[in-house]
């Protein structure tokens, strides 16, 4: 891939800018403006803190082979991009910054200003006209790749906001749904063209199982799967407020995917400091039983060093889910995910977190052509008074009793929010 990047290499060089993949984008930026000092490095992605200028500005001078850094979903904004570079002989710095529309930042290094215009609002792009990248055949390369694995998103957003997730924030916060026809389509050209041997599809949304046309989605799942024997599996995640249409959904994916019933954390205080709501003890273990019956598989999710959380808390957490008869817990530790509002600082303030920066796993180092790169992702490891979460235990169920024991020592470090 790098020598494709480097081959078409011209005025533009445009990336995403992650978490797991920050110090690679710097160091093939830097390397390809060795090739062409004029080249125009355009970034974008959800690891951005668009409230903060102070942020915003150290971002610039730690990354000053940045030109531009594009937040929010890029449709739009890319394609106004290229117009205005179309109209500017390739060059946006032409046209003033206050015509810039409000996605776009830019560092003047001279003054230390941030370059942003919030008044200048674009329109969202209609989900509809977008055509579908694998329909265009653009990214058949990849599926034929035994290392690639399809990525589906059927719908944007998420209409909940808990804090330590990107997908919580305010832009992300309306729900749009891509068309249903171009969804069913998709799904067909991948489960014929993938060659992942895996079968796995990911699916890239926050609440599956939350509006009734999943039904019909889900529908073309299993249709697809008799007839090309993919996908075999999904990683999905259910809406976190099951309703009798996430179980209908559930129950019809049964063959190829369990339902997430994420909690994240079940102490009031706690859920009240990350704005989250979750559906309560009792209707959980209502569900819960309800998808046993339907011989659905389930699973919960609790994140341990969230604000608020204590040792005895989370503990606590952990007891009450098994009562429910959840046989499956997975536990993570809070990241710290730029863009969300935990990882702020305001929010670092707020709750005194304390932080490490454990190198990530092992496909996030490493050398790739002529570069070299490791990521971190930032943990939290104790907040304000609390206890230490890096000493954490690794909390097992004994069998039985829906008690918890502690003993074995945290392993797995990892987190996906739902
Ligand atoms: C599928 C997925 C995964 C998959 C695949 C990841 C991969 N490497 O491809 C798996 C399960 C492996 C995964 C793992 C992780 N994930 Co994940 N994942 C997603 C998910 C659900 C979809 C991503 C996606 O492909 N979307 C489709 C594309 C088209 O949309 P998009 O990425 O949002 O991009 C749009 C804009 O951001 C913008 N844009 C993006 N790049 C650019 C570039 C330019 C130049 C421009 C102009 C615009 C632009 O335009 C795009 C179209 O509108 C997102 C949540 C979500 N729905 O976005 C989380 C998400 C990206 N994951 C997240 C995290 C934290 C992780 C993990 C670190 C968790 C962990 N500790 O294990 C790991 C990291 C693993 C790794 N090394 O890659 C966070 C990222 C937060 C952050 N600030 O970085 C997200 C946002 C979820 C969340 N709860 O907040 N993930
Ligand atoms: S954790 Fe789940 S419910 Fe909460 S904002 Fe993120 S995607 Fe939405």
Same mark, same amino acid.
Request: glycine residues 6%.
């Given at each position: 891939?790098?020598?494709?990047?480097?081959?078409?290499?011209?005025? @533009? #060089?445009?990336?995403?800018y992650?978490?797991?993949n920050?110090?690679?984008?710097a160091?093939?930026?830097?390397?390809?403006?060795?090739?062409?000092?004029?080249?125009r490095i355009?970034?974008g992605?959800?690891?951005?803190?668009?409230?903060?200028?102070?942020?915003?500005?150290?971002?610039?001078?730690?990354?000053?082979?940045?030109?531009?850094f594009i937040?929010?979903?890029g449709?739009?904004s890319?394609?106004?991009?290229?117009?205005?570079?179309?109209?500017?002989?390739?060059?946006?710095f032409? /046209?003033d910054?206050?015509?810039w529309?409000?996605?776009?930042?830019s560092?003047?290094?001279?003054?230390?200003?941030?370059?942003?215009?919030?008044m200048n609002?674009i329109?969202?792009?209609?989900?509809?006209?977008?055509?579908?990248?694998y329909?265009?055949?653009?990214?058949?390369?990849?599926?034929d790749?035994?290392?690639?694995?399809?990525?589906?998103?059927?719908?944007?957003?998420?209409?909940?906001s808990?804090?330590?997730?990107?997908?919580?924030?305010?832009? #992300?916060?309306?729900?749009?749904?891509?068309?249903?026809?171009?969804?069913?389509?998709?799904?067909?050209?991948?489960g014929?063209r993938?060659?992942?041997p895996?079968?796995?599809?990911?699916?890239?949304?926050?609440?599956?199982?939350?509006?009734k046309?999943?039904i019909?989605?889900?529908?073309s799942?299993?249709?697809?799967?008799?007839?090309y024997?993919?996908?075999?599996?999904?990683?999905?995640?259910?809406?976190?407020?099951?309703?009798?249409?996430?179980?209908?959904?559930f129950?019809?994916?049964?063959?190829?995917?369990?339902?997430?019933?994420?909690l994240q954390?079940?102490n009031?205080? @706690?859920?009240?400091?990350?704005?989250?709501?979750?559906?309560?003890?009792e209707?959980?273990?209502a569900?819960r /039983?309800e998808?046993?019956r339907?011989?659905?598989?389930?699973?919960?999710?609790?994140?341990y060093?969230?604000?608020?959380?204590?040792?005895?808390?989370?503990?606590d957490?952990?007891?009450?889910?098994?009562?429910?008869?959840q046989?499956?817990?997975? /536990?993570?530790?809070? #990241?710290?995910?730029l863009?969300?509002?935990?990882?702020?600082a305001a929010?670092?303030?707020?709750?005194?977190?304390?932080?490490?920066l454990?190198?990530q796993?092992?496909?996030?180092?490493?050398?790739?052509?002529?570069?070299s790169?490791?990521e971190?992702?930032?943990?939290v490891?104790?907040?304000?008074?609390?206890?230490d979460?890096?000493?954490?235990? #690794?909390?097992?169920r004994?069998k039985?009793?829906?008690?918890v024991?502690?003993?074995?020592?945290?392993?797995s470090?990892?987190?996906?929010?739902?």
């Amino acid at each position: 891939m790098l020598d494709a990047v480097t081959a078409s290499l011209r005025d @533009v #060089l445009t990336m995403t800018y992650c978490g797991w993949n920050a110090n690679l984008d710097a160091v093939i930026a830097k390397k390809r403006k060795e090739i062409v000092p004029d080249l125009r490095i355009v970034l974008g992605g959800p690891s951005f803190d668009h409230d903060d200028n102070d942020w915003i500005a150290e971002f610039f001078r730690n990354n000053p082979y940045a030109d531009l850094f594009i937040t929010g979903e890029g449709e739009l904004s890319f394609l106004i991009y290229l117009q205005i570079l179309q109209k500017n002989d390739l060059d946006l710095f032409r /046209l003033d910054s206050s015509q810039w529309p409000f996605s776009f930042y830019s560092f003047d290094y001279k003054s230390g200003q941030v370059i942003h215009t919030p008044m200048n609002l674009i329109g969202r792009m209609d989900l509809a006209e977008i055509p579908s990248p694998y329909h265009s055949e653009i990214l058949d390369e990849f599926l034929d790749d035994l290392r690639f694995a399809p990525i589906i998103e059927t719908n944007l957003g998420c209409p909940y906001s808990c804090s330590f997730c990107v997908w919580g924030q305010a832009t #992300l916060s309306v729900v749009r749904q891509f068309d249903l026809q171009t969804v069913i389509d998709e799904i067909n050209y991948i489960g014929m063209r993938s060659k992942n041997p895996t079968k796995i599809f990911y699916v890239a949304e926050a609440n599956f199982g939350m509006v009734k046309r999943d039904i019909t989605i889900d529908e073309s799942f299993i249709t697809c799967r008799e007839k090309y024997a993919c996908p075999e599996r999904l990683y999905i995640y259910a809406s976190k407020i099951q309703t009798k249409t996430t179980l209908k959904t559930f129950e019809i994916l049964k063959p190829i995917a369990g339902m997430s019933m994420s909690l994240q954390s079940t102490n009031e205080h @706690v859920l009240e400091l990350i704005g989250r709501k979750n559906i309560g003890m009792e209707n959980y273990e209502a569900n819960r /039983l309800e998808a046993e019956r339907r011989g659905i598989r389930t699973h919960c999710e609790l994140i341990y060093g969230l604000p608020g959380e204590s040792y005895e808390s989370f503990t606590d957490g952990i007891s009450k889910v098994l009562k429910t008869g959840q046989e499956r817990i997975q /536990l993570y530790v809070i #990241l710290l995910n730029l863009g969300a509002d935990t990882a702020t600082a305001a929010s670092r303030e707020m709750f005194g977190f304390k932080t490490a920066l454990p190198v990530q796993g092992r496909e996030a180092c490493g050398t790739f052509g002529d570069v070299s790169s490791v990521e971190y992702e930032e943990i939290v490891i104790g907040s304000g008074t609390s206890i230490d979460w890096s000493s954490s235990l #690794l909390l097992v169920r004994s069998k039985n009793s829906g008690t918890v024991s502690k003993g074995l020592k945290l392993t797995s470090l990892c987190c996906r929010n739902s």
